[in-house]
């Protein structure tokens, strides 16, 4: 298998399931997709990490542990 720039298919994969989409997230955390917006220019929940012009992906790690501390709140 070709090694190239972005790497081999098992590494996409394996990044691809280290990052959530914003609706993924939403979905998760049960609010809508206009609330993670707001809540990321409040600095509330886990860092928004901007893809390229349009795309936001989260850590999943770190949801999970957002998610489990305010289960604990």
Do not use: N
């Not at 997230?25 to 893809?51: D, K, M, N, Y």
Request: hydrophobic content about 35%; charged content about 30%; overall charge positive.
């Amino acid at each position: 298998m070709h090694q190239g720039e972005r790497g081999t298919v098992a590494q996409q994969t394996q990044i691809a399931g280290e990052w959530i989409t914003r609706p993924e997230f939403a979905q998760c955390a049960r609010v809508s997709v206009a609330t993670l917006r707001r809540w990321s220019r409040l600095g509330i929940g886990p860092r928004a990490h901007r893809v390229g012009p349009r795309l936001v992906r989260y850590r999943k790690a770190e949801v999970d542990a957002w998610m489990k501390d305010a289960d604990r709140s």
